[in-house]
């Protein structure tokens, strides 16, 4: 795929993005486009968004459970940029009516970190080391590609398909407790609609943040002091939509809530 195919593709999905439109898949246009193309391509959407003054504040892991990865016949994660304008506190309402599509939030633990992180050779210790505190997080995705016919370098030149999140009111030190078996159960309109488990994100979160810094690393892209690293969901996607009210509660770390309008 050639530079100028690269840019219009961005900029397109820039416009989906602005304008609340959905797009064609890009495979179904493009069945040579490779996941390296849809790299650029989300550069180029990442361009656009800075451009229009937002501004990176962190980055998120996608594709971390086995059962999505199967879905889409891949056997890696992939990843995306985080903008100011996604991120909203606990007790705000998220207006999904406004700026997202077809939304579907996903129960996480979230990263703040303390110092950079660059790989390669980066290490669960490593990550820990780095790590100022664990948050309970919502991040509700979004698709600009119609209908979420996605495959991997549809998600992947889409952002990672990010939409927003909120992170929820309390931080906890990483290394007071074990990420990998810590219990996760999440309510919609007051009633449990899943639950899951920190080692359903490659094993462990940490494991997920080793593996982004690594391979942001092959770019010497750092994971820097302050960010906020989105690690994967525990739990499966869940449809939202304007009135929806949501909760989390992550065992030995807290909760986080959110109101869709």
Known sequence: MNTEQIKLLGDELYQALCQRQQVKPLTSRFEDITIEDSYHISLQLLQRRLDAGERIIGKKIGLTSKAVQNMLKVDQPDFGYLTDKMAFSQGQEMPISQQLIQPKAEGEIAFILKKDLLGPGITAADVLAATDCVIPCFEVV????????????????????????????????????????????????????????????????????????????EFGIPLKAGEVILSGSLVPLEPVQAGDYMSVSIGGIGSASVRFV
Do not use: H, Y
């Open 142 to 217: 979004d698709s600009r590609i119609d209908n979420w016919q996605i495959k991997i370098q549809d998600t992947v030149a889409d952002n990672a398909s990010c939409g927003l999140f909120v992170l929820g009111d309390k931080a906890v030190d990483p290394r007071k407790v074990d990420l990998s078996t810590c219990g996760m159960v999440v309510e919609k309109n007051g009633s449990v609609i899943s639950t899951g488990a920190g080692a359903a994100a490659l094993g462990s979160p940490v494991n997920c943040v080793v593996w982004l810094a690594n391979k942001l690393g």
